[in-house]
Nanobody, 119 residues
Framework: QVKLVESGGGLVQAGGSLRLSCTAS????????MGWYRQAPGKEREFVAR????????SYADSVKGRFTISRDNAKNTVYLQMNSLKPEDTAIYYC????????????WGQGTQVTVFS
């Protein structure tokens, strides 16, 4: 069973930055499609960013494009989400997701980390 642990959330003023980390219990990061999702109070979970096994291929939700960057460090089994120019509407619980290439039907989630942006 793959375990994902997110960290780096917190309270930040609008315009500020945070970097989220998601560390896997094994080499999942380097063998999976990795993604970040978020869920705001009263809303459904939504896609934020995704990175394919090839780190050259990424995609972002329109709402974060140009402000957020997904990256990974295979040696540390960690994927990151750098969030700049944060807005109050970015406030949510952020979740890390892994979909192993070898088992596309599998999907693993972390427990989430809270990001709160105040104006």
């Amino acid at each position: 069973q793959v375990k994902l642990v997110e960290s780096g959330g917190g309270l930040v003023q609008a315009g500020g930055s945070l970097r989220l980390s998601c560390t896997a219990s094994d080499r999942t990061i380097s063998t999976s499609k990795m993604g970040w999702y978020r869920q705001a109070p009263g809303k459904e979970r939504e896609f934020v960013a995704r990175m394919w096994r090839s780190a050259l291929t990424t995609s972002y939700a329109d709402s974060v494009k140009g402000r957020f960057t997904i990256s990974r460090d295979n040696a540390k089994n960690t994927v990151y989400l750098q969030m700049n120019s944060l807005k109050p509407e970015d406030t949510a619980i952020y979740y890390c997701n892994a979909e192993p290439i070898a088992t596309p039907s599998a999907s693993y989630w972390g427990q989430g980390t809270q990001v709160t942006v105040f104006s």
